[in-house]
């Protein structure tokens, strides 16, 4: 399902970059017709089966094309560090495989994502969670006096609540952390995670 959003993206990439971001989105297209498309984190995304197929994006000096399973579908070390991808820093569409290599490498991630196969990079995450931290008494008494903070707040995940206990227990003065109090009932009344702004970034 084609995007408006990704559609804006490229229109607005540097140059070099959007042959570069159309050859990959022609590809994936042609490869996986099921496939959604959507901006997360600022980045195009093709989504196949609920799970991120792919994804690239195009930066001041360079692209990258990075896939879920990185060497699994390339069969080459990924370049997490040097760009976030899995083939390195893309600076024309002369640094992109062929068409039939990517056509490839994305009808092996869709198999990959069909055969319920779990990147090697998530491999033991969730099996050992972290425990929760300390409550903050001043946190504790804002929940208590508000009906709505509190349910919510109760209901969410474990990672969910560490991330405000976190973030107010981080606070270096205590007026910092008392402001911080004050904004953290507010988001949680009305049903929000401590990182709400960049869920549908």
Not at 61 to 75: C, D, K, P, R
Not at 78 to 101: N, Q
Request: with cysteine.
């Amino acid at each position: 399902m084609p995007a408006a959003d990704i559609d804006a993206y490229i229109a607005k990439a540097q140059p070099f970059a959007v042959p570069i971001l159309e050859r990959v989105r022609h590809v994936v297209r042609a490869a996986c017709p099921d496939t959604e498309e959507a901006l997360k984190w600022g980045a195009p995304h093709f989504v196949y089966r609920g799970k991120n197929l792919c994804l690239t994006a195009g930066f001041k000096g360079h692209a990258i094309l990075g896939f879920l399973h990185s060497e699994m579908v390339t069969g080459k070390t990924a370049h997490r560090m040097e760009a976030m991808g899995s083939v390195g820093r893309l600076k024309s569409i002369d640094d992109l495989p062929d068409e039939a290599t990517l056509t490839a490498w994305v009808v092996r991630q869709m198999q990959l994502i069909d055969d319920g196969v779990k990147p090697p990079h998530l491999e033991g995450r969730g099996k050992h969670p972290k425990p929760e931290i300390a409550m903050v008494p001043a946190f504790q008494t804002a929940l208590n006096a508000n009906a709505a903070a509190k349910a919510n707040y109760d209901g969410f995940p474990p990672s969910c609540r560490r991330e405000y206990l976190e973030w107010i227990a981080d606070a270096k003065r205590e007026e910092t952390r008392d402001k911080r109090i004050a904004q953290a009932i507010i988001w949680i009344a009305d049903g929000k995670k401590r990182n709400w702004k960049y869920e549908n970034c």
